[in-house]
Every structure is written in structure tokens, then in C-alpha cells.
């Protein structure tokens, strides 16, 4: 069935309007001048919608040349075009559609890399640590602790930033290291620990590679 209804057509060359008669058909629209002329035939994928006044349905050729429009004020022929035309979209619905689609992606994409950050990563340690040499590791921890000094040292106190080396402090140094001998002896470490105890004024642990 082919359903029918007024319009105005301008051919792109010249600045007259034709009244037409534009008729949908199952594949093409078609822009019919009152003597049956076919000004315009235009599949429904190579229509594009052109910026109008409120109320007005401005068509074009996605890709022509010839500047050529087609206006529809008729509402119900407006909505019979939009319904067979995919590229015309009046009601935001395939606009709706992306943005859902964007939103389910993008939520796939964050359950993907929570996945990979909770599971993914710790699998691949566990198998890869093994694999590397401890005097790598060792240069590794050697490196990451004097970044990591650089940062918590804010007052830049040197030798002083570690506890333990005043007199006062020898005698809790020395426990300190004797509890660390004994952690690692009871868990069969199979690297030695060592352990470093730095002025901060909040509680907090840190380990490093090797």
C-alpha cells in the first residue's frame, strides 16, 4: 500500500519551490510534481534528516550533489517516513538505542576490569613470581623502596628518618628484629626479611619486592 501526501520540494539549482505530492512506496520515496513529473526518487537508507522549523520535516539525498530538499508539514506522513526510514530518527528512539547500548558496553567493559583487578591479576603473580630470579626482585625492591622513601621522607631527614639509630632506640631495634627472626624462622620464608621502621606519624606497612 502506498501512502500518499503533500510537500515541497526544492531541486537544489534554482530557488523554486515545488509543490509536490510525495508518495511512499515500499522501497523509495517519491517526490511527485502536479503534471506526474517524478522530481525526486530517494531510497529510505540514503534519506538524511536536514535542521527545520518546529513542525517541519526537511529531507535530503545522504551523499548527493545536488542540494535538492523535500519539506513535509504533514504530520502523519512525517511519521510514515520516520517509521521506514532508519537514518530518519524524529522521535530519539535510535538515539535511545545507542545511548543504552554505550551504558551496557561500558558497564561489560568496568565487570571486565574489576574481573581482571580482583582475579586476573593475582593468578598472574602467583604464577609469574615464582618465575623471576631473586636477585631481579632484590634490584626491583631496592628501586621501589627509594621511590617510596623520596615520597614519605617529605622533611628530607636522611639516615634520621629510620627508627633505631639513636642510643635510646638500640635496645627496641634490637627486639624488633629478634620478632622479625622469628616470624620469618616459623613461616620458612625462603628469602630473608628485611625489615625497616621509618618515622611516620600514621600507622602503616609497606612490601616491597625482595
Not at 551523499?63 to 530538499?69: E, N
Not at 561489560?108 to 580482583?118: E, R, W
Not at 620469618?184 to 611516620?200: I, K, N, S
Amino acid at each position: 500500500m502506498t501512502i500518499s501526501g503533500a510537500g515541497t520540494f526544492f531541486d537544489g539549482a534554482t530557488s523554486a519551490k515545488h509543490a509536490v505530492t510525495v508518495e511512499l512506496a515500499a522501497d523509495v520515496l517519491r517526490a511527485r510534481a502536479a503534471d506526474g513529473t517524478v522530481l525526486a526518487e530517494w531510497r529510505y537508507d540514503e534519506l538524511e534528516t536536514v535542521p527545520a522549523p518546529e513542525g517541519i520535516l526537511r529531507l535530503g539525498q545522504a551523499g548527493s550533489p545536488v542540494l535538492a530538499r523535500l519539506e513535509v508539514r504533514d504530520r502523519c506522513l512525517a511519521d510514515a517516513i520516520d517509521d521506514r526510514s532508519l537514518p530518519v530518527d524524529r522521535t530519539g528512539r535510535g538515539e535511545r538505542r545507542m545511548r543504552i547500548k554505550v551504558i551496557v558496553w561500558s558497564l561489560i567493559a568496568t565487570a571486565s576490569l574489576v574481573g581482571v583487578a580482583v582475579w586476573g591479576v593475582p593468578q598472574i603473580a602467583t604464577r609469574l613470581t615464582p618465575l623471576v630470579p631473586y636477585a631481579v626482585e632484590r634490584r626491583l625492591g631496592e628501586l621501589i623502596e627509594a621511590q617510596t622513601r623520596a615520597t614519605l621522607d617529605t622533611r628530607h631527614a636522611g639516615a634520621a628518618f629510620e627508627c633505631g639509630n639513636t642510643a635510646k632506640e638500640k635496645s627496641g631495634h634490637a627486639a624488633f628484629d629478634k620478632l622479625m627472626k622469628q616470624l620469618e624462622t616459623a613461616a620458612g620464608l625462603p628469602m630473608p626479611l628485611h625489615p625497616l621502621v621509618v618515622r611516620q606519624p600514621e600507622a602503616n606497612a609497606v612490601t616491597l619486592p625482595g
